[in-house]
């Protein structure tokens, strides 16, 4: 019946995300306090990819179809999220990540949009670069930034 409503696509994707919440549910409780857990690499990976990949796949069929911009988008903020769930907190994917999406948003000829990505991103730099944060403070200090990067992008492309 949902895939009537939906369509075959966004069905599969949400079969996807039930069956990768089934599968990495039990492979590890995480460090850390709060909403974000903090994982070995390779469980963070599979975590982004279910806690951001996917849905963003799916918002981006609902929304009209997945094209290969949003796709790559999608994916250089599930490297974000890697490192963001990764413990030690791996500030280098997180700005590696955005600093991919800043120059996609250039090569589609969005420059306000990487601008304000840009300012988000340095804001990150800078507090990573300053010290005195522990990897727990830091990784939840740079979310916010994150998240701007993220809405400013799903505008610019039209997601």
Partial sequence: MAAVFLGPSVTALVAAFIGLAWTTAGVSSGQGQGPVK????????????????IPWLVGAAVAGGVSFLTGLIGVCLTVVCVGVFSSPFRV??????????????????????AAVATVALTAQWALASAGGLSADRLRQAVQPFILIGLIVAVVAVGA
Avoid at 92 to 113: I, K
Wanted: aromatic share 6%.
């Fill in 92 to 113: 280098r994917l997180v700005f590696c990540g955005q600093l991919a999406m800043v120059s996609l948003l250039v090569a589609v000829h969005q420059p306000l949009a």
């Fill in 38 to 53: 903090a994982h070995s690499t390779g469980v963070a990976a599979l975590h982004a990819v279910g806690i951001f990949g």
